[in-house]
């Protein structure tokens, strides 16, 4: 038996690079992001009082012990570190605010984005398993905010502190100059490749996800006809496969953390030996020496701190990377129609070849008069036709024209419904029957969602419910029965008072009594709006005005 592929991930070489995106998004926030960096370099500049009170402290001891000098360091002291400490509070609170923002923003690009996505993006995918990446927000904003409290004030204090150093003597000079170079190599040469394996590492996560979706939501295959040990097996597969990718990320991560520890032993060793030789030979004060030694401890500390912070740095571009491929899905661009349609629509097609996975079709031309009904009798391309009618997938050869004008020049979603209504099976959302028919569309309230259930057939049965139309559904329609979902479908299609309706196979799943009634109530509907539905029913399609057989 063939395992899939579980090392094939999204190309990524058709996006930004995760740091350009993320550098892109910072930009957005420019002015909190100027008082971030303000309040650092203010709260920097201040953790340098600590060593030179403990400079200015040791010469003082040195000349004689005075009460009044020492007093007035440990107020200078006490005053500095408390706004150093509103500062850092300060951060927090602007940190937290752009955290906010990231999320709203994501999030509204999102839900613009995803009503209107060309469905050629989706080909080969499963959208569901692609809307999972949406959790990489809560990592974005995480990371986010280490990096923002963290990442800038280690470098603010790192660069202000050495130059303190350099100022004491030249020689402590080049030492700062080595200490850069070695934390820059820390940073960026040693962590090559840390992003690239950060990312195959987040994508083994979300095939690991969707697999075991797939074994909840398929009880059939694994729980009734015994496909508990492919679950099981697979499962392993992927979970070797994340730790494969795991291994690779932590060897990035782990040389980092032992250099920059390494880094800390030499740096602080370096900086005794050579400041107790400058002491020796009267280049140095003893204060300036404890100065300095505290100096380059809180730089180190720092630094360290900031190896915590790369795995952070690494997930943040993870993120980045998952959610970018959300947010560059092409969307459809419609040009709204002044045109406002008040009576059925004709619907006209040339010669239609399409391909879509493994199906192949061909549809010939023709030509529907406004106010007909056509059946399009087939057992196996309905969702396909649909695909073509709705706009949703473009053909190959062939172009579809409402009213003389193509469709895709037509801005269907712009029309909320008014242009066309599509009845599919089972595509209910998590809501109320109300928010599953009106969809908060204008002009449709309470009073139209109880009409059209009225005419499908259905409101007699909603109307027990104890909440009515306020009873939640949950994905796929559960309590609703199949039919009920089927005819919910063809109300929420209809709410609208489209011009065009097409229905996709809900009539076949009907019973004969049902049938007969929805088939009265489309016929009754002939004098508003143009009916194309598909089946694979011929008693269905022989109540019809006209008829199409589409044969493989």
């Not at 900031?306 to 040009?335: C, P, V």
């Not at 109300?434 to 109307?463: F, M, S, Y």
Request: hydrophobic share 45%.
């Amino acid at each position: 038996m063939g395992e899939p592929d579980l090392k094939t991930s999204h190309a990524t070489t058709n996006h930004p690079p995760p740091l350009r995106r993320f550098v892109r998004m910072l930009l957005l926030e420019r002015k909190d992001l100027a008082a971030i960096v303000v309040f650092s370099l203010v709260a920097s500049i201040l953790s340098l009082v600590s060593p030179l009170a403990v400079e200015a402290l040791v010469n003082v001891v040195s000349w004689g012990i005075y009460l009044q000098p020492l007093i007035i360091l440990a107020m200078v002291l006490l005053v500095s570190l408390s706004f150093q400490a509103i500062l850092s509070v300060l951060q927090a609170l602007v940190v937290e605010v752009v955290q906010r923002r990231q999320f709203v923003r994501i999030v509204g690009d999102l839900a613009h984005r995803f009503p209107q996505v060309a469905r050629s993006q989706l080909v080969g995918i499963y959208p569901r398993e692609l809307a999972n990446r949406l959790f990489d927000i809560m990592t974005i904003q995480k990371a986010t905010a280490v990096l923002l409290l963290d990442g800038i004030s280690i470098i603010l204090i790192s660069l202000i502190g050495l130059c303190l150093l350099g100022f004491y003597h030249p020689f402590l000079l080049g030492f700062d100059v080595i200490l850069i170079t070695l934390m820059t190599l820390v940073t960026w040469g040693l962590g090559w490749g840390g992003v690239r394996t950060s990312i195959q590492e987040s994508a083994t996560k979300y095939r690991t996800v969707h697999w075991l979706q797939d074994v909840l939501d398929t009880p059939s295959a694994f729980q009734i006809n015994g496909g508990r040990a492919l679950a099981i097996s697979r499962s392993s597969l992927l979970a070797a496969d994340y730790v494969r990718a795991r291994k690779n990320h932590f060897r990035v991560y782990i040389r980092q953390i032992a250099f920059a520890a390494g880094v800390n032993a030499f740096a602080l060793t370096a900086l005794l030996g050579l400041g107790g030789w400058l002491v020796i030979h009267g280049e140095l004060t003893l204060g300036q020496l404890v100065a300095s030694e505290l100096v380059v401890t809180m730089v180190l500390a720092a630094f360290t701190k900031a190896g915590k912070s790369i795995e952070k740095f690494y997930d943040l571009m993870a993120g980045m990377d998952k959610i970018g491929h959300l947010l560059d899905l092409q969307t459809t661009q419609e040009h709204p129609n002044p045109k406002l349609y008040s009576e059925p629509v004709e619907v006209e097609w040339t010669r239609m070849v399409t391909h879509y996975g493994t199906q192949q079709m061909t549809l010939e031309p023709c030509r529907i008069p406004a106010g007909s009904m056509l059946a399009i009798v087939t057992h196996q391309y309905s969702s396909l036709v649909m695909k073509v009618l709705t706009g949703t997938l473009t053909p190959d050869s062939g172009k579809v024209s409402i009213q003389g004008v193509e469709l895709e020049r037509q801005a269907v979603g712009c029309q909320q419904g008014r242009l066309m209504g599509y009845a599919a099976p089972a595509k209910i959302f998590a809501g109320t029957i109300l928010d599953n028919i009106a969809l908060q569309r204008e002009g449709i309230d309470e009073n139209r969602c109880r009409e059209v259930l009225e005419q499908v057939g259905l409101w007699k049965q909603l109307a027990n419910l104890p909440q009515g139309l306020l009873t939640s559904l949950q994905t796929g329609g559960f309590p609703l029965t199949k039919l009920q979902c089927h005819q919910l479908m063809i109300a929420q299609a209809v709410a609208a008072g489209p011009r065009l309706l097409l229905i996709e196979d809900l009539m076949d799943h009907l019973s004969p009594a049902d049938q007969e009634e929805l088939m009265g109530f489309l016929k009754s509907q002939k004098a508003t709006c143009t009916i194309i539905l598909t089946t694979g029913s011929a008693s269905i399609a022989n109540r019809c005005d006209d008829q199409i057989h589409l044969e493989a």
